[in-house]
């Protein structure tokens, strides 16, 4: 049985979780202008489209900034204490949050060159995570 | 408490991320990366202003002083932040009454005017902020402030700042201007926001050691200094500051998404 909080599957983010059950990062990208946008929404930010489409992310990029965390929130992350939360900027410019696992907590560093492994957590859920670049 | 905190999060819970504390270490975090800040800096925040706290019996640290050691024996929470780091969780109440110039003169009180309001809030969440490591919202929150109250930064007597985080003191005063980025180190070090410091910072210990009591902290600690209230901690003579004129407030939220900049009068 798994214990971690699942992702909510709204009209937003099916998209995304249904791509990461493919092992693939959708992203939404505005029609009219072409900005990459995350997180989902129905309307564009920068030119108000409605007009969308989700394209795939090659899973490479490098991490905007990160944190340790020592103290478990959620008694599910206990067992994971210390693990790392990160903001990763993908290459194709969006920012995601993830984990970095894989790695020593100690030598993550921002700007370091990840690339994303999956994670089956049940039938339906899988997770992005990253890894430093080998 | 964690079922709370896990349908706040949203999806962010996933990845086992919850709460204000993570989102503020990762801008903190960022801000290391990018020019000099780090527990060096965020050490003379909490503990000048458990110094105010020591001064203030209604302060949950009032008898609990905390040196230089102390602050980097505190264990990390979410690292870079850590417990020090942390503003309090209290229970309590914070209120401040707003009326006309001309009523309050009426009132026994001494009078506070408003001089100048600002707000700004430039971005609607971390993930899609560009603003993590500033300017944050009280770069021009403060500029609106300062140009409606007709001063300049050398005119502020004292500043109550929203310190959620150690972090957020020194994002808060460098947008405001006064210093740059990465010279916040020096600005603290030597007791500047202390009793006794040229420029005194939440004299009542603040969110981090008098209480949280959300943005009213800040605010009606400025106010209780203008009037003159404060007890021990009044800012005049016996803590070796001049008696303010002018106090600078803030109050933020999200993280680091929405701030707002109000500057006080006495009179």
Known sequence: MYSKPLPTTGLDTKPFWDGCREHTIRIQ?????????????????????RETEWVEMSGRGTVYSYVVYHVAYDPSFKEDLPYVVALVTLEEGPRILTNIVECDPAAVHCDMAVEAIWKDMTDTVSLPLFRPVS | ????????????????????????????????????????????????????????????????????????????IVEPFRLAD???????GRAFILT?????????????????????????????????????????????????????????????????????VEITLQDYGFFGPGEGEEWFRGGTIEPGGRTPVNTSGGLLSEAYQMGLTPLTEGVMQLMGRCGDHQLGPATGNIKPEIILCSDNGGILQTHSCCILRRN
């Open chain 2, 86 to 92: 942390n503003c309090l969780v209290t229970d309590g």
């Open chain 2, 1 to 76: 408490m964690s079922q709370v905190l896990s349908r706040m999060a949203g999806d962010d819970a996933v990845f086992g991320h919850f709460g204000a504390a993570a989102g503020y270490a990762l801008a903190a975090r960022r801000a290391m990366h990018e020019y000099n800040t780090g527990p060096d800096t965020w050490k003379h925040i909490a503990v000048g202003q458990r110094k105010w706290a020591n001064l203030n019996p209604r302060a949950v640290m009032y008898d609990r002083p905390m040196t230089e050691s102390d602050y980097e024996r505190s264990p990390w």
């Open chain 2, 100 to 168: 006309t110039a001309e009523r309050a003169r009426d009132l026994p009180h001494p009078v506070v005017t408003i001089m100048g309001l600002g707000m700004h809030n430039p971005a609607a969440d971390p993930v899609a902020a560009r603003h993590l490591t500033g300017p944050t919202g009280a770069r021009r929150a403060g500029e609106q402030a300062f140009h409606m109250a007709g001063i300049t930064l050398e005119d502020v007597d004292a500043c109550e700042i929203y310190d959620c985080f150690t972090y957020t």
């Open chain 1, 29 to 49: 990208r505005c029609k009219a202008c072409g900005h990459l946008r995350r997180p989902p929404a129905s309307v564009c930010p920068r030119c108000l489209s």
